[in-house]
């Protein structure tokens, strides 16, 4: 299997570096795996949904 850097994956994706560090870590990407201080991703792994939370509309009075 072939692995891409989180900072490949990144830049793939369109995402910060950090935001694939922190992808990897909550275990959001299957494969991913680290070693020392470098995570690397499968490089067929697809991008997560994004789970954060939208903008909410505001309030009407």
Do not use: F, L, S, V
């Given at each position: 299997m072939d692995y891409i850097t989180a900072q490949e994956a990144a830049k793939k994706w369109n995402i910060s570096v950090r935001r694939a560090q922190l992808l990897c870590s909550e275990g959001r990407i299957?494969?991913?795996?680290?070693h020392a201080s470098v995570w690397f991703i499968?490089?067929?792994a697809e991008k997560p949904a994004?789970?954060?939370?939208?903008r909410k509309s505001p309030r009407k009075k």
């Open positions: 299957a494969g991913a795996i680290k499968p490089q067929n994004d789970g954060r939370a939208g």
